[in-house]
């Protein structure tokens, strides 16, 4: 599905159902037989347990589609997996630059972006210029200059044909389609709040190794730290605002956010907080107050409810109220239907393309985790026509370079990231001296 071209601030900040539109109107159509079953070659970049997972859901998605081969920044992550898929050495990359050595290949159709977040906006850009149809973990970006490059390479996949779908798999679960569709035709009337939520316990840190660089004990720990991760309102809260911004169709015009670290006390922990809570406000005055936290031994919530004039819905297949509604249409997993509608669209020849709505949460989330940092409250326009934050990373990153571990965001002294000094100051009210 093309999207509009050039970077536009309406196109940054809103957010629109169109995809959701689309696939209520094709149907579920998880796992059919393709009348042209052409194998698809796909490339897994970035061998965790997200991407090994991803690359199953993707080979069981539809006929004819198969891994060929493998990149990660670690050999032991490429060997763990290889006899699985049945991949060559020959078709096994290792290294930060890995990924560029597999897309420079002809014998691999389309890639799986699964490395950290940080990665996300170059190996994207990279693939898109290569001519490869891409899948791309949640967040696409951590950055406002990393969001800009995704809706660019968007543009450019647009105009190339090719597949950009983003991992934010509630979009393609047949309950939430129909959700969100009757939400836009009225079921619950004019919205008038929203909640949402990512609580849950903590998270292991894997205990670092004499030999290794600091480098690599933080890629091997890439959620704790900021410049890999963004931190979990980026790359975890970043699915509830997602559907957020499906029901509501834009971005929030202001936010207003805080947030901090109790359980996370030293350096093991990286530098990101260990919860946030936020309130996003719309037009009319629509209030939507989310927040996520990682701490241990807590309750887990995991989830999000619009309210209003006529009803409320939990966007999964509910709907309470004068509509009341439950969706009992078919059953499916949406780890695996975002592969099978990506996989459809490309052997249709109107290949599906999530990019730019994938940016626009990606940087309703930033935007929010930079009002935590500086606990200021800021208007969205104003931050993005201001900002220039990039944590884009350079091919001069090497595995075996230092990197101190930062201490974490102290909202006393923080500065709105890339904003010019006098960004940063106190604006005087009209009339003052």
Known sequence: MAEKKGLTRRQLLRSSAVTAGALAAAGPGANIAWSAPDTIRVGLIGCGKRGVAAARNCIGSAQGVQVVALADAFEDKVGSIKSEFKIADSHCFVGLDAYKEMMSRDD????????????????????????????????????????????????????????????????????????????????????????????????????????QSDVEWQLRNWPFFIWLSGDQIVYQLVHQIDLIEAALGAQPGMVHAMGGRQF??????????????????????????????????????????????????????????ENAWRYDGPKVDPYVQEFADMV???????????????????????????????????????????????????????????RPVLPAPNPTSYALAGMAPEAGKKRKKKGSK
């Open 108 to 211: 691999v159709d389309m890639v799986i972006l699964a490395t950290p977040p940080a990665f996300r906006p170059a190996q994207v850009t990279e693939a898109v210029e290569k001519g490869k149809h891409v899948f791309m973990e949640a967040p696409v970006a951590i950055c406002p200059a990393g969001a800009k490059a995704v809706v660019e390479a968007a543009t450019k996949a647009s105009e190339k044909k090719l597949a950009l779908v983003a991992g934010t798999q509630k979009r393609h679960d047949p309950a939430v389609v129909e959700t969100l569709k009757r939400i836009g035709d009225g079921a619950i009337g004019d919205i008038m709040s929203a909640h949402f939520y990512w609580n849950q316990g903590g998270i292991p840190v894997e205990a670092r190794k004499p030999t």
């Open 344 to 402: 459809k669209s490309i052997r249709d020849g109107n290949p599906l393309n999530e990019g730019i709505r994938a940016a626009s949460s990606a940087m309703t989330a930033v935007l929010a985790r930079e009002s935590a940092y500086s606990r200021k409250r800021f208007k969205s326009s104003w931050y993005i026509s201001k900002s220039d934050l990039s944590l884009l990373l350079g091919d001069e990153l090497k595995l075996t370079d230092a």
């Open 264 to 321: 996370r006390k030293g350096p093991q922990h990286g530098d990101v907080y260990d919860h946030f809570g936020m309130e996003f406000t719309y037009d009319n005055d629509v209030k939507a107050i989310g927040m996520c936290r990682q701490i241990e031994g807590t309750d887990e919530l995991i989830g999000q409810r619009v309210v209003g004039t006529k009803g409320a819905s939990d966007l999964c297949g509910t709907i309470e109220g």
